[in-house]
Nanobody
Framework: QVQLVESGGGLVQPGGSLRLSCAASGSISTFDFMGWYRQAPGKQRELVAA???????NYADSAKGRFTISRDNAKNTVYLQMNSLKPGDTAVYYCYLLRGTWEYWGQGTQVTVSS
């Protein structure tokens, strides 16, 4: 059983930056798939950034060039650095881990981009 706890969300002005953290209760490895999803009110949850087993990354078109996903295995933590934030980035952001056939979700952290 793995528990994921997100932090780092908050209110930021357009053009600002935030770094989200996802701390895992157990060890994470490069063999795990980890991702950041988000869900805005009235919309489906969508994948924003993915860290694939082996270390390659993928980003939603809306996140390319602005968001960076990274992992610190020693701290069992995955990060999402978000720059040049826009009002359209407002959502609850969720951390996700897939290990074999087991999947885990964090509780989410709210990101609000507004002036």
């Amino acid at each position: 059983q793995v528990q994921l706890v997100e932090s780092g969300g908050g209110l930021v002005q357009p053009g600002g930056s935030l770094r989200l953290s996802c701390a895992a209760s157990g060890s994470i490895s490069t063999f795990d798939f980890m991702g950041w999803y988000r869900q805005a009110p009235g919309k489906q949850r969508e994948l924003v950034a993915a860290l694939n087993a082996g270390g390659s990354t993928n980003y939603a078109d809306s996140a390319k060039g602005r968001f960076t996903i990274s992992r610190d295995n020693a701290k069992n933590t995955v990060y999402l650095q978000m720059n040049s934030l826009k009002p359209g980035d407002t959502a609850v952001y969720y951390c996700y881990l897939l290990r074999g056939t087991w999947e885990y979700w964090g509780q989410g952290t709210q990101v609000t981009v507004s002036s």
